[in-house]
């Protein structure tokens, strides 16, 4: 017999606001990445989203008063941990990236070449644009819209829900399907399982900013960063596919990583969302 109280009113209406912050934030992306479109300056894209990234902000606030939670549960408010979260998901996203790298050259699926004489203003300007497109993603998925999901459906559901749209996001702008559903999903997983063990946006921004520019650095964007790749791919290597199964591997471990330090349960306390960020 199927239990009603999974299908609440109230849980309805949740899941729609959601679904229509989700919506109006592609809007207001899709509206900042217009307006820079005529931009020809390296630039045009860190300009798409510092304009994106303010839009979204106002639809947190606006969103979070709808849903009657405060902007302090969302984690856009840094609290005493923002720095030290932010510093250690870093360095967890660069090690995870540094670790799909190294399982790719010992299976021969890659050779990477160092890039001499780099200019350092070209890989600050990468730094940033990772952290710009991270945060935005973070304040889409991982802010208002898991907080007001976990508080109507459960962390279990809303983490659910967040990765399908995660997913939904990536395929919508090109990634190969199977990429999506494994990168994007594993990935989801990963920072929406941080953001909801920390009560904020710190430790996810950090692993996701850091994974980024680590795969940039590395060659695996399709284009040469600090390394370049002169053999191989870094996702579709052969079958069956061992640059997507150790992209799944590292990613797994971080899960394992993040489930063994801070427990398994989920905290929800005063206190915790004092800690927000």
């Known amino acids: 017999m199927v239990n009603k109280k999974h299908f609440r ?18 809007l207001s992306f899709i509206a900042a990445t217009a307006f820079t479109n005529h931009i020809t300056t390296g630039i045009k894209d860190h300009l798409s989203f510092v304009l994106a990234v303010p839009a979204t902000l106002l639809l947190i606030v606006l ?44 299976f021969g699926q890659v050779h990477l070449a160092l890039i001499p004489h ?23 998925f991982r802010s208002y819209a ?19 749209l995660f997913i939904l996001e990536h395929i919508a702008a090109g990634e190969p399907l199977i990429t999506a559903i494994v990168g994007s999903g594993m990935g989801g997983l990963l920072f929406g ?9 710190a430790l996810p921004l950090g692993i996701h900013s850091a994974w980024n520019f680590g795969q940039w650095m590395l060659g695996f964007k399709g284009m040469p960063g600090i390394w ?7 996702h579709n290597n052969g079958t069956p596919y061992i640059g997507l199964a150790a992209f799944a591997l590292v990613m797994a471990l971080g899960l394992f990583g993040f489930h063994l330090f801070y427990g398994k349960n989920i905290p929800d306390s005063p206190a915790a969302k004092d800690e927000a960020a």
């Not at 969302?74 to 609290?79: C, D, E, L």
């Not at 070209?122 to 935005?136: G, S």
């Not at 399982?193 to 946006?201: N, V, W």
């Open 9 to 26: 009113p109230g849980q309805i209406t949740t899941v729609g606001r959601v679904l229509l912050f989700y919506i109006l934030c592609s």
């Open 63 to 106: 969103f979070a008063r709808m849903g009657k939670i405060t902007l302090r549960s969302t984690g856009v408010i840094p609290g005493k941990a923002t720095a030290a979260r932010f510093f250690c998901g870093y360095l967890v996203g660069l090690s995870m990236a540094a670790g799909q790298a190294l399982i790719l050259i010992s």
């Open 118 to 140: 780099q200019a350092i203003i070209r890989v600050m300007l990468f730094i940033i644009l990772f952290l710009l497109a991270a945060l935005r993603e973070e304040l889409v």
């Open 146 to 164: 898991l907080t007001d999901l976990r508080v109507s459906v459960g962390p279990v559901c809303a983490l659910a829900i967040i990765t399908i």
């Open 193 to 201: 399982y941080a953001a909801l063990k920390t009560r904020g946006l």
């Open 228 to 234: 370049r790749v002169l053999s191989g791919d870094a």
